[in-house]
């Protein structure tokens, strides 16, 4: 067994009593200990050490040259022993380092400036970097730390995951004020068999997330566009004939129409989600706060 193997915290804390006191009784009074036990200790600092330690004179003891060289070592290694255990206070003011949010092309529009805008004012040492929701990616970015935060829907999300709600969202349907189907009320049956652009940026395909609400009345949508972010679908819509549904809070300013429709989809959450291991993280509690404390 190595010298380092037969040391433990106990019997430094014991030396630097000694060092201090120079008196084993009292030594045991400060400790919470009888004089016996800081004798054993004693007699295993000196075999772990091969020095006496302490001489005893007429009333204590006084330490030998190598044990006032180690009392210097002793005590900053109790110290940094003690800070490891002791909770540092967070100030966002003097935090550094890189925290990393994956958001949807949706979430980046509508969420991350308020936020982002916040974290810079009263953290300004802190470095974000926001990167596209990767949802076949994300459990491994998550877990790896190469992610802090995760701000997207539910079933993007792994079920093991903590969530908090950040609020309702619902899907309208928004048209070019050019756009010939502006100029009517069409039924939900026209509105299927018109000219649709969707934005699928997890996987380009020509699914949309409200095909099934659709189906529940017998219709399929007449799909003729899949774009990549919520940002262009706009834009495709201002040239071309044809209708998308998009988050409400995503077309505010926009130069779109709203189709009014007899029945709306349903409504869905826009979540925040995050590692378990990182639950108790102070950086990411007070990202959190903020995020919350928004109104979006």
Known sequence: MSKLDRLDIKQLRVFQALIREQNASKAASQLGMTQQAVSEHLKKLRDVFDDRLFLRKTNGFIPTPYAEELAIGVDKLLSDFKALLTPSRFDPKTISGTFVIAATDYAQQVVLPALIAKLRLASPKLKFIVRDF????????????????????????????P???????????????????????P??????????????????????????????????????VSAPCFSIVPMYLETTDSIAFLPSRAIKSLD???????????????IAAWHPRYSDDALQKWVLSLLTAERY
């Open 256 to 270: 779109l129409v709203e189709i009014a429709l007899a029945q709306s989809p349903d409504k869905f959450d826009v």
């Open 134 to 161: 990767e949802i076949d990616k994300l459990h491994e970015l998550m877990q790896s730390g190469k992610v802090n935060l995760a701000i997207a829907f539910p079933d993007y999300i792994p079920d093991s995951y």
């Open 187 to 224: 039924s939900l049956a026209e509105v299927a068999s018109y000219p649709s652009i969707i934005a699928s940026p997890s996987r380009p395909n020509f699914k949309g997330s409200i095909d099934d609400w659709f189906k529940q009345f017998g219709l399929s949508r007449n799909i003729v």
């Open 163 to 185: 969530i908090v709600k950040l609020f309702e969202e619902h899907h309208v349907c928004v048209a070019s004020p050019n756009a010939s189907i502006a100029q009517s009320k």
